[in-house]
């Protein structure tokens, strides 16, 4: 019936084998395809080579790329590669060679014995002398290589001090040198190597003893080769890279020469001076090196000190801890104010956007100390005022970069909650948000309505969540009076209106309704404004109004004008959409108000095609609609309702009738599409909500029972088309929700045809509807069996397709849905379920499932499996309890080892870190319902786990696994086991 673990595992592993390099475009199953005639010749693999990069034919790059993509996964591309970085017959033949080599030393290492490390190793030394000057992109594709070699040869100690020694008297090997020990940091937290933390932590102490020898080496480098631009990018990046690993010495740093040399090429001639004297009259004997001194630096050269200098500000992790090198930084970046305003007057935008990303990393390093003494220190003022300085600067990309400090800034403040430090900062937050205003005004030339997609559209809905966050600090209805009164007293351009009220239209929801006579008056000017004014105006106070629905929840005197108001942008192609949110919100807040109005918004949900609404406008204006139509009386909702579907359902017989309507030319257009009406009827279905008295029936009942035909007839007609039968099942699963138990005898009908399909069409959407069955009718003694009958008949066709080659891993909505459904029998009837047959291959595929790092599919698998084992440990009074704990216990009897072992083997080495704690959810019940059993399960578990990696490296020591068995063993809480198990696995990843 269902696959073993261990072939499941078997599976997964030649899975991660045949996963093909990033860059190739398709792979096929088995390198025995193309390789079964054995290794390949040199010519053939250089033909191949030639063919991809040079073939005119895309089928024949296509045949190429599939074949190398083959090779390289095979056991010759160790030697092939070998054979063509020797041969070095041209770039792209090295190229290939190169990425070839530094995947498999990444993805394949283990197929390597031990014996062959230092013949590896020294063959790519060679290799990358030999082509250091063929091509920068295959040095560093070697130097990749040595890296990641480097990493997981544990028998090569000091790697960084051998490479030193081999080539630091050689200039020609400098830049191949500089590289390798620029990547060799970035390598040691790469996800494509799996060293595990001790590993790690060796090699980092090891980086860690020789970084001021590196530190050393970029100095001289840059003592003997003075001004070459190309060196000195080189030693930055070099430098940023250590930097970010976060293991040089903040001491040695802050004296050091190349700290001078980074802030001289960030200025210009002028500014070159001023940096020097500021940063030896902070604290350091520097001084610059006239020979560095320059005009002006060049794009690339100016980037790569950027990145260095921000690299070096987010290494400082405690400032308390790092002074010298704190104080050497922070003085040096408050140098480079002048060197900004002459990129701004140069015009050079890529200058201008390094030097506020300097400026965003100062304030992000020293923000707690700018917020613990203000003005004081390091916590000067003067880092918020480059950052105002920059948001002065005409282009939104600049004051953009900003962003995440601003909102930082505000959670912190909005935590201390202390008025006289809220009241510090904000002249800093006003000036930004006038800023901000300014730089979201449209063009004056601008035509049409605001465009919500493109780049300036993306960085107006920064802008609004920006306001939102810190708003606060300068108060919402200070504000937005503030703002009101640029408009009210004077008569500013179109632009500058528009882009006031995008703002109020930010903030008016954070603004008290009931204590603001600006809000009205906003109000009742806002719904005056002529058609004559820009559209954009119209567009923009549109959607203010829709966000100031609580107003006129609070003074319902504007309805009747607000209604007016958006019926005219309704009708407007421009404004229709936006006009259909608004009304939409104004359905949302005042419903009880809104049910006077309930036969115009029928008369607009009749019509809804003939306005030019969006997909996503229309469905909003339909489910403000059913919100208002859930507040009429209870007489008045069937009617109301039927007359709501009516569009919707006689579209869906016309479609029913006419299925060929879908292949036929789009002049249809949407209409000629069932999932339109059927994600209509499934919003109104879902905002249906009346409130139903006991022993009342349900008046939706009778019009759901009306319209179960329509759909029925849909889902049969149309049962091969996935999207067609999942919008189905959506709009049957807010029906059933819609009258809960009143569906009833929609149930066997329902049922009878879901399984019919699934039978010849296995869409997981039934499934899931099937969980919401069981969820209603779950506990209904009459319906659990047949509720079991649908389970079992689903799951057949479920396990052959999950058996499948790479099943799970290819229908990961399968498995989420199948135990989306199996939960649910957990919940209402886990008598029923656990009395069942089927119980036992649901188990075995849950445990073969955990592997799956797909997220929604493996939270759906641990809350099965958690949920499963907690209805024999939770005794809540219910009479089956004794029973429920007897079959849990014969199940655990039977899948208990395989179960803990599965789990640490996934949580070590398949699935990503945010799904350990369900991993420790489900241990910890394993644990709380027989912790003597489950101590032998894991010290068996935990005996099987490789101890060491290919490279000789130790992955995990006797004492490490003890104190793991015991943390987890001896936990009281289930926290304390997901911290165990973090940690724990650590050391395999």
Not at 212 to 236: A, P, R, W, Y
Request: charged residues 20%; contains cysteine; negative net charge.
């Amino acid at each position: 019936m269902w696959m073993t673990v261990k072939e499941e595992q078997k599976q997964r592993t030649m899975m991660e084998k045949c996963r093909p390099d990033p860059g190739k475009k398709a792979q096929r199953s088995s390198t025995s395809e193309t390789m079964e005639g054995g290794k390949p010749t040199i010519a053939l693999v250089y033909q191949a080579v030639q063919a991809l990069y040079h073939d005119p034919d895309p089928a024949g790059k296509e045949r190429a790329s599939v074949w190398l993509g083959e090779l390289q996964r095979s056991m010759y591309a160790w030697e092939i590669s070998d054979q063509l970085l020797q041969l070095k017959q041209d770039v792209e033949s090295c190229y290939f060679a190169a990425q070839t080599m530094k995947m498999k030393i990444q993805t394949s290492f283990y197929e390597l014995p031990p014996e062959t490390h230092n013949a590896l190793r020294d063959s790519l030394l060679s290799h990358i002398q030999s082509l250091k000057d063929l091509s920068p992109i295959i040095v560093t594709q070697l130097a990749l290589a040595i890296a990641d070699l480097a990493l997981q040869m544990a028998s090569w100690k000091g790697c960084v001090h051998t490479l030193i020694e081999k080539y630091n008297n050689d200039v020609s090997s400098m830049t191949f040198l500089i590289e390798i020990l620029t990547v060799l940091p970035e390598e040691v937290h790469s996800r494509s190597l799996r060293i595990g933390a001790n590993r790690r932590t060796e090699i980092i102490e090891d980086l860690a003893y020789y970084s001021s020898t590196v530190v050393t080496l970029l100095t001289t480098c840059v003592e003997k080769t003075g001004n070459d631009e190309k060196m000195l990018i080189k030693v930055f990046r070099c430098l940023g890279s250590w930097f970010n690993l976060g293991v040089l010495d903040s001491n040695f740093m802050a004296s050091n020469q190349l700290l001078i040399v980074l802030f001289q090429v960030l200025v210009s001639l002028a500014a070159a001076t001023a940096t020097a004297t500021a940063t030896a009259t902070a604290n350091a004997p520097l001084a610059l090196h006239p020979h560095l001194v320059r005009d002006e630096t060049s794009t690339n050269l100016h980037e790569a000190a950027s990145d260095c200098v921000c690299s070096a500000l987010y290494a400082i992790e405690s400032v308390d801890t790092s002074v010298a090198l704190a104080m050497q930084l922070f003085q040096g970046v408050l140098t480079l104010e002048t060197a900004y305003h002459m990129a701004v007057a140069r015009e050079d935008l890529d200058k201008v956007l390094n030097y506020c990303r300097i400026f965003t990393e100062l304030c992000e390093t020293f923000l707690e100390t700018t917020v613990r003494s203000p003005g004081q220190g390091m916590g000067d003022l003067r880092t918020l005022e480059l950052l105002l300085i920059c948001a002065g600067h005409p282009q939104y990309e600049v004051v953009e970069i900003s962003f995440n400090f601003w909102y930082r800034l505000g959670e912190h403040l909005y935590k201390t909650n202390e008025p006289a430090l809220h009241a510090i900062f904000r002249p800093y937050i006003q000036r930004l948000l006038h800023s901000l205003a300014r730089h979201c005004q449209l063009d004056p030339d601008h035509e049409g309505i605001p465009e919500d997609t493109d780049d300036f559209g993306e960085f107006r809905m920064r802008v609004s969540d920006l306001v939102k966050d810190v708003i606060f600090l300068v108060g919402s209805m200070e504000c937005f009076s503030q703002l009101y009164s640029t408009l009210k007293d004077g008569n500013p351009p179109w632009e500058v209106t528009e882009a006031v009220l995008f703002i109020m239209a930010a903030i008016a929801k954070s603004v008290d309704p009931e204590n603001s006579p600006t809000l009205t008056e906003v109000l009742e000017q806002v719904v005056l404004l002529p058609e004559t004014v820009h559209i954009a105006v119209r567009y923009t106070s549109i959607e203010l109004v829709g966000e100031m629905s609580e107003v006129v929840d609070r003074h319902p005197r504007f309805l009747d004008p607000v209604l007016n108001y958006l019926m005219k942008g309704l009708r407007e192609k421009p404004l229709a959409s936006v006009a259909a949110k608004a009304i939409h919100n104004i359905c949302s807040v005042c419903r009880d108000h809104m049910a006077q109005h309930f036969q115009g918004l029928l008369d607009i949900a009749r019509a809804l095609d003939s306005f030019a609404l969006s997909t996503d406008a229309a469905v909003g204006l339909l489910k403000g609609t059913a919100l208002v139509l859930a507040r009429l009386p209870l007489e008045k909702i069937a009617e109301c309702l039927s007359d709501l579907c009516a569009v919707q359902v006689m579209a869906l017989k016309k479609v029913g009738r006419s299925p060929a309507l879908l292949a036929q030319s789009p002049t249809n257009g949407k209409t000629a599409d069932p999932t339109v009406w059927l994600d209509r009827l499934a919003v109104i279905f879902r905002h249906t909500n009346p409130i139903v008295e006991n022993g009342q029936t349900h008046p939706c009942q009778k019009v759901i029972q009306e319209i179960w035909p329509v759909l029925s007839e849909t889902l049969n007609t149309h049962q091969a088309d996935n999207r067609i039968v999942e919008r189905c099942c959506r709009c049957l699963r807010f029906a059933v929700r819609c009258v809960g138990k009143g569906s009833a005898s929609l149930l066997q009908p329902l049922v009878t045809q879901m399984v019919s399909v699934y039978q010849v069409y296995p869409h997981s959407c039934f499934l899931y509807l099937g969980s919401i069955l069981v969820d209603e009718y779950g506990m209904e003694d009459g319906c659990r069996q047949g509720l079991m009958d649908m389970l079992q008949a689903l799951c057949m066709p479920t396990f052959q397709l999950l058996e499948q080659p790479l099943g799970l891993r290819n229908h990961p909505d399968t498995v989420d849905d199948l135990f989306r459904l199996a939960t649910r029998f957990v919940q209402r009837s886990p008598v029923t379920l656990l009395s069942s047959s089927i119980i036992v291959h649901i188990i075995q595929c849950a445990i073969a499932a955990t592997t799956l790092d797909h997220r929604d599919a493996n939270c759906s698998v641990m809350k099965f499996v958690r949920d499963l084992i907690h209805t024999g440990v939770s005794n809540d009074h219910e009479e089956d309890f004794e029973l429920r704990k007897q079959l849990i216990g014969q199940a655990m009897e039977q899948h208990g080892q395989q179960l803990v072992t599965q789990l640490m083997h996934t949580c070590c080495f398949c699935l990503p870190a945010y799904t350990l704690p369900d991993v420790a959810e489900v241990l910890w019940e394993i644990m709380v319902f027989d912790r003597p059993t489950f101590c032998r399960w894991l010290e068996v578990a935990l005996k099987g786990l490789p101890k060491e990696t290919t490279g000789g490296a130790v992955t995990v020591t006797h004492k490490q696994l003890t104190d793991f068995h015991k943390q987890v063993t001896s936990a009281e809480e289930c926290k304390q086991v997901c911290w165990a198990i973090r940690e724990f696995t650590r050391l395999f990843r």
